[in-house]
């Protein structure tokens, strides 16, 4: 599958000592009514423990000139230095979007489904901001294009 390209995003969850963020690549649009998503995420990140029904989600789909952000929260970083890389806002659900994104999601987790080593969330969007300009940061066996 590393011949697979995929966008890059950023996954923020809501933990006990504030925000827990991980770099992704497995979000797929899966609804338009309602507007949903699907994050697949492993089991042994830190984020996955604070993915349940009803928690809020934030997705940031990374800009091209974002590499350092996808560096840092590929895990690069530790985890209580990755939010001081790029420019964060507060969103609606009250979690952090990533300023200059693609798109930023807030999101609500609906359901969780486990397989295999990963568990499969499905959020609904709840609102969404764009980029005028499209110019996403895709990653491909190893490394960006």
Request: charged letters at 15%; a neutral charge.
């Amino acid at each position: 599958m590393r011949r697979l390209a995929a966008s890059v995003s950023i996954v923020v969850a809501k933990g006990d000592d504030g925000p827990v963020g991980i770099a992704a690549t497995s979000i797929t649009s899966l609804t338009v009514d309602p507007p949903a998503v699907l994050v697949c995420i492993n089991r042994t990140t830190s984020l996955h423990a604070l993915l349940m029904p009803t928690a809020p989600l934030s997705i940031n789909l990374l800009a091209r000139s974002q590499k350092d952000v996808s560096s840092a929260f590929g895990g690069g970083t530790p985890r209580e230095e990755r939010f001081q890389i790029g420019e964060w806002t507060e969103g609606k659900n009250g979690l952090p979007r990533l300023s200059g994104a693609q798109a930023n999601l807030d999101c609500v987790i609906d359901v969780m489904l486990a397989y295999g080593t990963h568990s499969i969330a499905i959020a609904r969007v709840l609102s969404a901001s764009v980029s005028d300009r499209v110019d996403p940061l895709i990653y491909q066996d190893g490394g960006y294009l």
